[in-house]
Every structure is written in structure tokens, then in C-alpha cells.
């Protein structure tokens, strides 16, 4: 996927990101299409992604929880929140 469109020619045109150029916001970069030779400038917006899911368990149901056996540990973490629990198996010293 390419960065933007030329807005003269619409080329599809890759920002060159040597020096960290075109990662600042608000401020105007200039760049030179290289297909029909003309300058322009374009403004970054970073953007970020977030992904909802519902967890249950923070609103009061049980933890989906799923069991890892590791040799020297028994992991249980939630599949929806952050908990995570170690437990550590006992006898086994080497
Ligand atoms: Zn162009
Ligand atoms: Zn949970």
C-alpha cells in the first residue's frame, strides 16, 4: 500500500521516512511527486487502531480462563482481561 496520491497526477507515491521525514504532525511537508514532477505538500496524521472486546469478567461473570502446563509451572490466564495467575510446581528442584 502506498503512503498517498500524487494530487496532481493521483500516482500512487511512497514518503521517503530517511531522517525521520514526514512523521511530524502539523506541520506541512514538501515533496515532489515523481511521476509528474510537481511539487506539493501534505500534512501527517498518526492515527491509532483500537479494538474493542467485550470482558465479561470485569462486570462481574467468572474469568474464561485457560490453563497452560508448563514443566515447572501451571499458568492460568484469562482469555479476556489482563489476570494471570503462576503456580509453581513443587518438589522439582534441579
Ligand atoms: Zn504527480
Ligand atoms: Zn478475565
Known amino acids: 500500500m502506498s503512503d498517498l496520491e500524487c494530487p496532481y497526477c493521483e500516482a500512487d507515491l511512497d514518503v521517503c521516512h530517511d531522517d525521520g521525514f514526514g512523521y511530524s504532525e502539523g506541520v506541512?511537508?514538501?515533496?515532489?511527486?515523481?511521476e509528474c514532477e510537481k511539487n506539493f505538500v501534505f500534512h501527517t496524521s498518526?492515527?491509532?487502531?483500537?479494538?474493542?472486546?467485550?470482558?465479561?469478567c470485569l462486570n462481574g461473570s467468572p474469568h474464561r480462563l485457560k490453563i497452560m502446563e508448563t514443566s515447572r509451572s501451571t499458568i492460568t490466564r484469562?482469555?479476556?482481561?489482563?489476570y494471570e495467575k503462576y503456580e509453581w510446581k513443587a518438589g522439582k528442584n534441579d
Open 46 to 56: 498518526i492515527s491509532f487502531y483500537y479494538e474493542p472486546k467485550k470482558a465479561d
Open 78 to 82: 484469562c482469555k479476556d482481561c489482563e
Open 28 to 34: 506541512a511537508h514538501e515533496m515532489q511527486c515523481y
